[in-house]
């Protein structure tokens, strides 16, 4: 069963994003993450799109769809979370590592990637 795809969704700025708000669990601040308007358009329509395939797999549940037409779908979604998370660890290490590691601080940066990994991988 086919699920009606969301249009995508864009967010603009005028400048490239910058956000430093991180704090992590010893009290230390990540170094400011700075991305392109692209990278974080592209990331963020991906994202919408995941959005909308949920909505349409929670329709699915409520319409009564077949169990292993709803578990295709959600593989679909965990696929698509999975592309997402590599092209922001991607990133990641391309621009913030890269950046950490000519800045100085790349065993902060580590560190921080690690603890994320721990979470992020089962």
Do not use: W, Y
Request: charged fraction near 25%; glycine fraction near 4%; proline fraction near 5%.
């Amino acid at each position: 069963m086919p699920i009606p795809q969301q249009a995508e969704h864009s967010h603009h700025h005028d400048t490239d994003h910058e956000h430093t708000d991180h704090t992590h669990e010893a009290g230390e601040s990540a170094h400011p993450h700075v991305h392109s308007e692209e990278s974080l358009r592209r990331i963020a329509n991906r994202l919408s799109r995941i959005e909308g395939h949920v909505r349409g797999i929670k329709t699915m549940v409520q319409q009564n769809s077949p169990c292993p037409d709803v578990l295709l779908q959600i593989a679909a979604v965990r696929g698509a979370l999975d592309k997402v998370a590599r092209i922001v660890l991607d990133e990641h290490l391309t621009e913030c590592i890269a950046r950490a590691a000519q800045e100085g601080n790349i065993d902060v940066e580590i560190k921080q990637l690690k603890a994320a990994l721990d979470r992020f991988l089962p």
